[in-house]
């Protein structure tokens, strides 16, 4: 389909503009930006042609501008695809903003396929445009950087050896159906639908007292396991049995290699969340971290501790966020495991220099991110207040007096601010947990969430700037 970075304006459109409609200031600060962002249109426009034959001809679709902005919209109002079509197609001041006009909007799931078609470089490569941009205006100057972590959650439901189990059964059994339905058959010959009894063995151990888990867990433990190794093995079973086995059409042959490539799937976390079970339950065993699966939806999810009191246990990943004084997220990333936080600060001054052409003078963070190296580098490389409380062991009298003057404190205080900055992007831009599917949608949710702060937080400055210069005047 036709993938261009802007439409041409109809009369409809120009007849709208002259209506006087105006945009709450914020977006209407956006808008401004935007406009004069070509590059950023045009790294999203390359991200909708990639992997198209032909994407000059066939119908019209919509354009890089138009998604671009409806990303922004949807982060910014913290809205779902549903909702944020709505609003778009009741709101004229909406339509102006996405560029829509008098266009008709397209369905909900129209702006889910364009948006997964973006990459979590390109959203990078956009953030770090737009920081640039805000350095070019003189919005930031760098003197000043705050660094944290924080986890992100998946969409899971709290992983226990029995759910996760049962999961694999109903979801198994689920898919040997549809596969059965796209055969048309009413089912395939071998093939037990087991998943009644596996449901009441998982209530069964849920419902258990502990004095019950300590006398029946591993015998009913050891029948939800069996009951899990005949599905997969079963399923295994029914997919060499109808391997050779075709549609009566193109739809039917695309339903049967879909079901297959799911079952395959499901049938390879299946094995894995088994010999987990089997090895920490029934055989006592502690299985590492990075053998552990937490999920078969979002087998990516990661465990993370953090010493937290409410929270011991998150599940998820943990990002890296690293904000500059006027409340731009400079530097973010999405990590794998469970790192600590000691290892960012070497690399979160050579992003800061790449972005500023300077490092920072005022450089803060947690205690999570001490150690003796860390202060060193800091200060071999010139940031004039390294703000990192020292973590465990006795003070020096000289550490003890750094940490006591009032440089040191002022910039504990504005390392506080990045805590507000975490809880703006949990709550207003729907960071806290991520409902898409997969490690690069997950990596993808995060920069969307980045760049809507950014956008919002440039349009504060500007706005703030312009009513300054007016007052001047």
């Known amino acids: 389909m036709p993938r261009l970075a802007t439409r041409q304006i109809s009369f409809a459109d120009w007849e709208l503009t002259l209506q006087g409609l105006r945009l709450e200031p914020v ?12 590059e950023m249109v045009e790294r999203v426009r390359c991200d909708l042609v990639r992997g198209l034959k032909k994407p000059g001809s066939g119908r019209n679709g919509m354009t890089a501008e138009q998604i671009l902005r409806s990303l922004v919209l949807m982060r910014v109002k913290n809205w779902d695809y549903r909702e944020l079509r709505e609003r778009i197609a009741d709101g004229l001041t909406l339509r102006q903003f996405t560029d829509f006009n008098c266009q008709p909007v397209p369905k909900h799931d129209a702006f889910n396929r364009s948006f997964m078609r973006l990459t979590p470089e390109t959203l990078k490569v956009i953030n770090d445009l737009l920081i640039r941009a805000a350095v070019d205006l003189g919005l930031e100057d760098g003197a000043k950087l705050r660094v944290d972590t924080t986890v992100v959650q998946t969409d899971i439901h709290y992983p226990t050896d029995s759910t996760l189990l049962w999961d694999v059964v109903r979801v198994v059994t689920r898919w040997v159906g549809r596969l059965a339905k796209a055969l048309k058959l009413r089912r395939i010959k071998g093939f037990r639908n087991r998943t009644r009894s596996a449901r009441r063995r998982m209530q069964e151990i849920q419902r258990m007292t502990t004095r019950q888990r300590d006398e029946q867990q591993t015998r009913t433990y ?28 193109l739809l039917a042959d695309i339903a049967l290699e879909e079901a297959r490539r799911q079952i395959e799937h499901f049938c390879g976390l299946g094995e894995r969340v088994i010999d987990q079970a089997r090895r920490r339950v029934l055989q006592g065993q502690q299985v590492p ?37 006027q409340g731009l997220i400079t530097q973010y990333e999405v990590l794998k495991g469970n790192p600590t936080d000691e290892i960012h600060v070497l690399p979160s001054l050579a992003g800061h220099r790449r972005t500023f052409g300077l490092v920072p003078r005022v450089y803060s963070s947690d205690r999570g991110f001490f150690s003796e190296d860390n202060v060193a580098a800091c200060v ?94």
């Open 222 to 249: 050891s029948a939800l396991i069996g009951i899990a190794e005949e599905v997969v093995e079963s399923a295994c079973t029914a997919l060499k049995t109808t391997r050779k086995i075709r549609g009566n059409d």
């Open 27 to 38: 977006l209407q600060a956006i808008s401004d930006f935007l406009d004069e962002q070509e």
């Open 289 to 325: 971290t990075d053998e552990k699966i937490y999920s078969i939806f979002e087998p990516h999810t990661d465990l993370i501790k953090r010493g937290k009191v409410r929270t011991p246990v998150e599940f998820g990943h943990k990002v890296f966020l690293a904000e500059s004084a």
């Open 380 to 473: 071999q490389r010139d940031v004039k207040v390294v703000c990192i409380p020292q973590r465990g062991g006795k003070k020096t009298p000289d550490r003890e007096a750094y940490e006591k003057s009032a440089d040191f404190k002022e910039a504990q205080r504005f390392r506080a601010g990045i805590e507000g900055r975490i809880s703006v992007l949990f709550r207003g831009r729907g960071m806290k947990r991520c409902p898409a599917e997969g490690a690069e949608r997950f990596e993808l949710w995060v920069a969307a969430a980045v760049l809507a702060n950014n956008l919002m937080t440039i349009a504060a400055l500007l706005t703030k700037r312009s009513s300054r210069r007016r007052r001047a005047a």
